[in-house]
């Protein structure tokens, strides 16, 4: 019998509605400086860990790794609105890493390393992605003042479609 197809998985942050909704605003607000597609309300995310494609079977051996490296509840103030050139993505993020977050990627790294998860080689780096394909702005709108209290981790299922990505939560993971 051939193996289950793999799932394009990710660990993740998700604000609430809210911030969501704030932050969706703030993305259209900028979109008139710098064009793009905005993330929809209900997408956006700030990601963890990537770990790819990664058979389904695998899942409980991942949230084992997830409830291991803990990690414990902090608000997270984002600051910041950039432009990255070599993606033309517009994003948000804090000024400085809150130190519970910082943590918490890390030993989620730690774990999935040793687990033998081929996590995401890129340094993690906190960004909320708002705007795709956008052009480089000559100044962006700034961001209203969103204290996100990060209470939990979540466990998403990406997949891509011709529309875009549409993303399942397939398990929480609350934080102490
Ligand atoms: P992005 O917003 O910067 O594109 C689902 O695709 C999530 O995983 C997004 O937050 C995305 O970041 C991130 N992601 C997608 N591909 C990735 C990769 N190869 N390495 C790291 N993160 C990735």
């Known amino acids: 019998m051939s193996a289950a197809a793999p799932w394009r998985l990710f660990l993740a942050i998700w604000p609430t509605p809210g911030i969501a909704d704030a932050l969706n605003a703030w993305a259209r607000t900028a979109q008139v400086e710098c064009g793009g ?10 990601t963890l860990a990537f770990l790819g494609d990664i058979s389904p079977e695998r899942v409980p051996r991942l949230a084992d790794c997830v409830r291991r490296a803990g990690g414990s509840g902090h608000v997270l103030a984002l600051q910041e609105a950039r432009y990255w050139k070599h993606n033309r ?3 948000a993020g804090p000024r400085e890493i809150p130190a519970a977050l910082a943590a918490l990627a ?11 998860f081929a996590t995401e080689v890129r340094e993690f780096n906190a960004h909320v992605t708002l705007l795709r394909m956008a052009r480089l702005p000559r100044s962006l709108p700034s961001l209203p003042s969103l204290p996100w209290q990060v209470n939990e981790l979540v466990l998403v299922r990406s997949q891509l479609s011709s529309t875009g990505s549409s993303y399942a939560v397939l398990a929480r993971f609350p934080l102490a």
């Open 37 to 46: 597609r905005v993330t929809l309300a209900a997408n956006i995310h700030l």
């Open 89 to 91: 993505v517009v994003w």
């Open 106 to 116: 890390g030993a989620l790294e730690r774990e999935l390393v040793a687990a033998g």
